[in-house]
């Protein structure tokens, strides 16, 4: 007697889910049939079939039996509620859908177990293939080989010690020949001066320095005002004395809107951090404390703050979380005054976050269609078919739009990483993998934050249980994520052939997931592959080679950044070339020629500095350039000065600031080159008008600036650049023809 077995059933948008009540039933006496409309469960003496409302995914359904429960889960084929299990239509219209299902799921099992039989044939034809190839190469021939492979190891040992001769040899005569730097010249003094400390003690006052970049950011001038900022945090480091914890939280929170200014998202994002972590861990010390209501206000605006930096930075969880935690304080702050501001930031902040979450909802939409694509092409092994290819490519545009909405996602970098794997683009694969990887480290660091500040005296309200726990399953995935990045950069590099870092990265991987068999199967593959090519997996640290003592000090000796201003210093003498780049070259301004081993830094002239960055920009090296432009602009006071007064050390600095807006103009910088225009054109304001080589470099500086300024399409004051240009040159047919597009614009604008 054939019994209807009890069932319940659930869905969800991407699926539903069946379970039937068999006593008995067991993975040997049960047989399940599904197909896109139709599923039948049979469990003697239970008999059970469901034509259904909508169509399923047979090949992505399961079952699962246990105690007496068969439990169907069933992929829907398109996103959405049925609102009912089976479909209402007359009994002949449902055995001719139920036919045609069942038909239609035969012959898709034939065309799976035929390609499967042509994929077996094709394997099995492949290695007979190899097997005869070898048995056909003659052994003569590979004596041959032999022979030839001894003959090359040995003419790569004597080039080999020829070269360590030749350096040998060099570093003799370079130790010979080395000279004593000459001593630093002494930094100018003020005559007179009883206490030197005090003609410059404003530099070091911190309640002077942020005054000024708060008239620099009420100017809207970022980079000035961010300098007086950073000046103020740097005097005091890691230790903060009580009376000046309202000064530097205001200083953090100041710095990270102009940095958002800037277009610099996740510094911007670190300063709000910092300035949340000290807010929650200690008050200001002073007679007249700041009132609840601006402590819960102050809060609220570097949650905003922090917010709309990762949310432009594209981290759109933590811009989530920071807007629910604004809105929050805003209902606090509401409650406490009944501030008629407080309604206009709940509104702005609210669209914010319906803004911020339907990026994430989108973005994980995009993300899911591309993860079913990429897994079907893995799974059913037709990554190397033309439709493969064509799956993986659909998938790939889906996966560089959602990095579009979400830039710093992790879990989409590894999955793009991986479907470029199986596209083979194996570099592009890497560089993918390598940031996502470097992402996960931030949001480790981005954690530490956040348990730094719930930690403090005073830690920020709890978030709602569903951000929180958005959050939290993020957290857990986070080994997920750096598992499948270290293991699509380990399959990247070894496409590449660079063996030592691919094993590296699947070591790291099988310490996140032991005995893991496709990731031992690779590194089995790259052994094999180190052994043939003659590779060792773990080489050891090669000795430097002997040199003789530095002819100087060690205190004298570059570090860090003066390092890298030496190397760059050490090309441009080596390019041969110096002199004044095209677009700032002028018969009135000095023209300093570099020779010879450059001095170590500290004893560098600024002049001798410009010289070579002058050199760099005629070579094309404009990011060097930059460099060294930079290091004049920093170089030791006493040798700025070339003509002995303090009109010639400035003007000086203009050139130099002149020429390093040119390189930034010529690499689109275009918001770094109107901050050195305009910082160049206010010292030349210090200058005699009367002065001869201040004319041109003002001509150069707003035709420069006007251009840049052009280009961000702020052509209103670009046009006035351009016309004080035209008066300085009113016979220059250029400069004419300039301002005249730029005014057509503003008529335009």
Request: aromatic share 4%; hydrophobic share 45%; charged share 25%.
């Amino acid at each position: 007697m054939v019994l209807s077995p009890s069932y319940t059933w659930s869905e969800t948008k991407g699926g539903l889910t069946v379970i039937a009540q068999c006593t008995g039933a067991s993975v040997s006496t049960t047989d399940v049939f599904s197909s896109p409309h139709y599923v039948s469960l049979n469990s003697a003496p239970y008999f059970l079939e469901l034509d259904l409302h909508g169509e399923v995914l047979p090949d992505e359904s399961v079952a699962t039996i246990a105690h007496g429960k068969v439990t169907l889960r069933l992929q829907k084929a398109g996103s959405g509620l049925w609102g009912r299990l089976v479909v209402d239509m007359p009994r002949t219209e449902r055995l001719k859908r139920r036919a045609a299902s069942r038909a239609s799921a035969e012959e898709a099992a034939a065309a799976q177990a035929e390609r499967k039989k042509s994929k077996s044939w094709n394997e099995s034809r492949f290695t007979l293939g190899q097997q005869m190839d070898q048995a056909r190469t003659p052994r003569r021939a590979q004596c041959f080989d032999r022979m030839a492979r001894v003959e090359i190891e040995r003419a790569k040992a004597a080039e080999k010690e020829a070269e360590a001769a030749k350096l040998r040899d060099w570093q003799n005569s370079a130790a010979a020949d080395r000279e004593l730097p000459p001593d630093p010249l002494a930094a100018p003094q003020l005559a007179g001066t009883v206490a030197p400390d005090a003609a410059d003690i404003s530099q070091r006052d911190p309640a002077w320095l942020k005054a000024r970049g708060d008239r620099h950011y009420t100017l809207r001038d970022w980079a000035s005002a961010e300098s007086a900022y950073s000046h103020v945090l740097s005097q005091f480091g890691k230790s903060i004395m009580g009376q000046a914890i309202d000064c530097v939280v205001a200083c953090y929170s100041n710095r990270s809107v102009c940095r958002i200014r800037r277009g610099e998202m996740l510094a911007a994002a670190a300063d709000a951090s910092e300035a949340l972590n000290i807010v929650c861990k200690a008050r200001c010390v002073t007679e007249f404390p700041k009132p609840e209501e601006a402590l819960q206000r102050a809060r609220m605006r570097l949650y905003a703050r922090r917010a709309t930096a990762y949310a432009a930075a594209g981290v759109l969880h933590r811009a989530t979380a920071d807007l629910h935690s604004a809105l929050a304080l805003v209902g606090a702050t509401e409650g406490m005054t009944a501030d008629p501001g407080a309604v206009s930031d709940r509104s702005v902040l609210t669209m914010d976050l319906h803004a911020a979450q339907e990026r994430e909802e989108a973005a994980a939409k995009l993300r899911q269609e591309a993860a079913a694509l990429v897994a079907h092409c893995a799974n059913s092994g037709e990554e190397r078919t033309a439709e493969g290819q064509l799956e993986l490519t659909r998938a790939r545009e889906l996966l560089n739009e959602c990095l579009g909405l979400q830039p710093l996602d992790a879990a989409t970098l590894a999955q793009r990483a991986t479907c470029l794997v199986l596209l083979y683009e194996p570099s592009a694969a890497a560089a993918d993998a390598t940031a996502g990887l470097a992402e996960l480290d931030a949001e480790a660091a981005r954690d530490g934050v956040e348990r730094s500040m719930m930690s403090g005296l005073f830690p920020p309200s709890p978030l709602p249980d569903e951000v929180r726990a958005a959050l939290v399953c993020r957290s857990d995935q986070a080994e997920r994520v750096r598992f499948a990045l270290l293991e699509s950069r380990g399959a990247a590099r070894a496409a590449l052939s660079q063996l030592q870092e691919a094993a590296s990265d699947l070591r790291a991987a099988l310490k996140l997931r032991p005995a893991h068999p496709s990731v031992l199967a690779s590194l089995d593959e790259i052994a094999r592959r180190a052994v043939a090519e003659g590779v060792d997996l773990q080489p050891l640290p090669l000795a430097p080679p002997a040199s003789p003592e530095p002819a100087i000090a060690p205190a004298a000796q570059p570090q860090g950044k003066e390092a890298a201003v030496v190397e760059a210093r050490a090309e441009a003498t080596e390019s041969g070339s110096t002199g004044e780049p095209a677009a700032s070259s002028s018969a009135k301004e000095p023209k300093v020629v570099s020779a010879g081993v450059p001095p170590p830094v500290g004893t560098r002239s600024a002049a001798l500095l410009k010289g070579d960055a002058d050199g760099a920009v005629r070579n094309g090296k404009l990011e060097q350039a930059l460099q060294l432009y930079g290091a004049a602009l920093q170089a030791d006071a006493a040798a700025e000065w070339l003509q002995g007064t303090a009109t010639g050390g400035l003007l000086f600095r203009c050139q130099c600031l002149a020429n390093r807006a040119a390189c930034h103009l010529r690499l689109s910088d275009y918001n770094a080159c109107v901050d050195d225009a305009t910082a160049a054109l206010t010292a030349l304001d210090a200058i005699a008008d009367s002065m001869a080589a201040a004319a041109p470099l003002r001509l150069k500086l707003l035709a420069r600036r006007g251009m840049a300024l052009s280009r961000l399409t702020r052509h209103m004051e670009a046009r006035d650049d351009y016309r004080r240009a035209v008066a300085l040159a009113p016979d220059d047919a250029q400069l004419r023809h300039d301002l005249s597009a730029i005014e057509k614009a503003c008529e335009t604008a």
